[in-house]
């Protein structure tokens, strides 16, 4: 009876109270919707986003730290973290969100694109994990998250690209996870689905959520078993639950938030 009355107490409880939590691409999408969970859950934000005007109005919303940084840029990066540094004093946990998704060929996928898919998505994954680790490991411990892509579990023939990109972050995570279990640092991916994001209707289904609905997840050969797209906040709830003292078991783990889409076939 003891143990029912507690949990009901801690279920009403907010699951990030007392943590300091930083999200890049924060400014827009999965990476917005994640920074405000957090917010609701009692944590303390930090965003990190190259769009300088996006960053400070969802600073502004969530009353967080908001820093203008290209993930990609190793000194802004650097710089990002130390002004973090000395306006909340350290980090629990930190959100590796910002990607850019790209259609293609490899034919039709220049080396320019290439580069800068790679410098965003794999590069951009490192210099946020290489900097959130020390201050991590400083806290006794934390929660590092990659934002992959169901994209990083199966491939794809219309944008190997950025399923190489993806895959790779897949990877990051799964070996940080072993490096820094000893360190209490937990490493996790989530892999999205088709996500209502603006990202989703600049890239695959630029007629909206219909053409994703109807065309496109319709088309796809891979599971489809709920038949729609993801909201942010959904994927955000993964978030939530990976930084949370829930998923402290949890480690190494490249989770699907995609509604079934990489479960198996829908075919026989
Ligand atoms: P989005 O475009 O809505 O948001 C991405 C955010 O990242 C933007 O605010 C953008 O300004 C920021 N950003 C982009 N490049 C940056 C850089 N170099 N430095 C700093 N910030 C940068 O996109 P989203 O759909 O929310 O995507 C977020 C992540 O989720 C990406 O990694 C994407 O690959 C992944 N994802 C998205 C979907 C989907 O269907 N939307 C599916 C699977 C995975």
């Not at 009355?5 to 943590?19: D, T, V």
């Not at 609701?40 to 919303?61: F, M, S, W």
């Not at 600049?202 to 489809?224: C, H, I, K, Q």
Request: charged share 20%; aromatic share 4%.
């Amino acid at each position: 009876m003891r143990n029912a009355a507690a949990m009901i107490q801690n279920a009403s409880a907010m699951r990030l109270e007392g943590k300091t939590c930083l999200v890049t691409g924060a400014a827009s999408g999965i990476g917005l919707a994640t920074a405000r969970a957090f917010a609701r859950e009692g944590a303390r934000v930090a965003l990190v986003d190259i769009d300088a005007e996006g960053v400070k109005r969802a600073a502004g919303e969530l009353g967080g730290a908001g820093l203008v940084a290209d993930v990609a840029d190793e000194r802004a990066m650097a710089g990002a973290f130390a002004a973090l540094d000395a306006e909340l004093g350290g980090l629990d946990a930190v959100v590796a969100g910002a990607g850019i998704g790209l259609e293609g060929s490899l034919e039709e996928v220049g080396p320019e694109l290439f580069d800068r898919a790679v410098a965003v998505n794999l590069r951009g994954s490192y210099l946020t994990a290489r900097l959130a680790i020390p201050r991590l490991r400083a806290r006794g411990g934390g929660s590092l998250v990659f934002v992959s892509s169901n994209a990083g579990l199966v491939a794809r023939a219309h944008d190997p690209v950025y399923c190489a990109t993806k895959a790779a972050v897949v990877m990051l995570a799964r070996s940080l996870a072993l490096g820094l279990a000893a360190d209490r640092i937990r490493v996790n991916a989530i892999c999205p689905g088709p996500v209502d994001t603006p990202a989703l209707w600049r890239g695959v289904a630029p007629g909206g959520r219909e053409e994703a609905e109807t065309g496109l997840l319709a088309s796809v050969p891979l599971g489809r078993a709920l038949g729609r797209v993801a909201t942010p906040e959904e994927v955000a709830a993964a978030a939530v639950f990976l930084v949370s003292d829930e998923a402290s078991y949890v480690t190494g783990a490249a989770l699907p938030v995609d509604g079934g889409k990489t479960a198996g076939l829908q075919v026989f």
